[in-house]
């Protein structure tokens, strides 16, 4: 077919040929010309999208993504190295240097704080995104500069960032709390999950295993990882193979990547398994926090309940024994044993409980938040929903007891008396709430 058409264009005589060869390259000039100009608009096209592209979003983040983070990835120059420098500077002897990823949040910015004070340098990293009021963040963030510890905006996820932050500053130690939290979120946003919970998890671990000497790490798993385990109190032999949420997936998940990492690169992990951690500076996703400032407000607040009238009840720790559980942990980490892509030694892989070990019912935690904030709370008890909420939680810490000296002292009564003082000077009675 194709070659009968071209034997058809051929001009049958000569003189035919000249007058047609002429319209030809006409014909060819006006072609040339529309290819020229539909060729430029493609390339100024391309160049449009390539620089709309990289002002939107400054690394490799999808779209939905980027748009719930805040942050602006404005880094490098000299004076924001100093900054860098001096906020991970060892100040005491025998001191650590330590990269606190998501020191912005909740108990980020309590283990940073408590390290900066014993003389440990503190650089924080934090992509201030929106899962829930960013100006609890920065307000944390002002609390830690006035500590002198400078936070990084920055994604985890940005591993040229990472590698330039271990260039300038040699972390000994990596206190890895970056992650996207929360149970029942991971129905609305199951991506955020994946990208920091595993993608970012991934990418600080590559950077951590190419740096030379390899920092340890200390990163939070949960005890969601326990899923439908129903032998109590929860052991770290037990099984973790039934996760309730995509949630705790991605934290069981990053439990075998650490293995991963710990067996082909030497790298030393700790997994610390939070239980239902609660405190002043919390966060506002959680029951105890958005329960106490609807009973202020006098709104109903839904109270879970398990089939038959069954107790839903949680291991509540408070955060300061969390925060010594995260120091001990970091103390009592080996060196990891890597370089060059190849350990010379096994390295130390651990995983403990971080649990207060006397769950409450949540109906009992409504109870002394009532007195604590001197009103009746709107019940509106309902039914377990099945979004990856599991019916109880309880630790077992008698590895941490052993190994890291791990001893909660705070119960939840006491330990929500201060949280409700924090609030209420943070947010007032009532009229200036959390949202
Ligand atoms: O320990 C953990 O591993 C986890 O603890 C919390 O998860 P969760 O225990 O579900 O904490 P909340 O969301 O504050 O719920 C506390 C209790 O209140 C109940 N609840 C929650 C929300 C609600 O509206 N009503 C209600 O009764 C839940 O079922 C649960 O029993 C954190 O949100 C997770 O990030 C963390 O990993």
Redesign the pocket.
């Known amino acids: 077919m194709s070659q009968m058409m071209h034997i058809d264009n051929i001009p049958s005589t000569l003189g035919k040929f000249k007058m047609e060869k002429s319209s030809y390259h006409r014909q060819r000039l006006y072609s040339s010309l529309a290819k020229l100009t539909f060729w430029s608009f493609v390339f100024i096209g391309l160049i449009f999208m390539f620089f709309f592209r990289s002002s939107s979003s400054s690394s490799q983040v999808p779209s939905d993504l980027s748009r719930r983070s805040l942050r602006t990835s404005s880094y490098g120059g000299p004076v924001w190295e100093k900054r860098v420098k001096a906020s991970a500077k060892i100040r005491s002897r025998n001191g650590f240097s330590v990269l606190v990823t998501g020191a912005a949040g909740f108990v980020g910015t309590h283990v940073s704080v408590a390290l900066k004070r014993r003389g440990d340098g503190v650089l924080g990293l934090d992509n201030f995104n929106d899962y829930y009021d960013p100006s609890l963040k920065r307000a944390r963030q002002a609390l830690l500069e006035r500590t002198g510890i400078y936070i990084v905006e920055g994604d985890i996820n940005d591993v040229a960032l990472l590698k330039k932050l271990f260039d300038i500053a040699g972390f000994t130690h990596v206190m890895h709390l970056a992650?996207q939290?929360?149970?029942?979120y991971a129905m609305e946003n199951p991506s955020s999950y994946v990208h920091s919970n595993i993608a970012g998890l991934v990418s600080m671990l590559e950077v951590c295993k190419s740096v030379n000497p390899q920092p340890a790490i200390v990163w939070?798993?949960?005890?969601?990882?326990y899923g439908l385990n129903t032998k109590v109190p929860f052991s770290e032999r037990d099984r973790t193979d039934q996760p309730a949420s995509l949630?705790?997936a991605t934290?069981k998940a990053g439990e075998e990547i650490a293995h991963t990492y710990n067996h082909i690169y030497g790298l030393s992990l700790t997994g610390l398994?939070?239980?239902?951690?609660?405190g002043p500076w919390g966060?506002p996703?959680?029951?105890?926090?958005?329960?106490t400032r609807d009973i202020l407000k006098g709104k109903s607040?839904?109270?879970?309940?398990a089939p038959n009238h069954g107790t839903?009840?949680?291991?509540?720790?408070y955060i300061d024994d969390i925060v010594k559980g995260c120091l001990a942990a970091l103390d009592t980490a080996e060196k990891s044993t890597g370089s060059g892509g190849k350990k010379s030694r096994p390295a130390q892989l651990r995983v403990y409980n971080l649990?207060n070990t006397s769950p409450v019912p949540?109906?009992d935690?409504?109870g002394i938040l009532e007195r604590l904030v001197k009103v009746k709370a709107k019940r509106l008890v309902?039914k377990?929903p099945r979004n990856?909420?599991?019916?109880?939680?309880h630790a077992n810490i008698s590895l941490a007891q052993r190994e890291l000296g791990y001893k909660p002292t705070t119960d939840l009564q006491t330990g929500l008396k201060k949280f409700v003082r924090w609030y209420l000077s943070y947010y007032g009675s009532g009229k200036k709430s959390a949202h």
């Open positions: 992650a939290a929360g149970v029942r939070a798993s949960s005890s969601s990882v949630y705790a934290k398994r939070f239980f239902t951690v609660y966060r996703d959680m029951a105890y926090f958005f329960f607040i839904p109270i879970f309940e839903v009840a949680r291991d509540f720790t649990g949540v109906s935690l409504v309902m377990l990856g909420d599991v019916q109880f939680t």
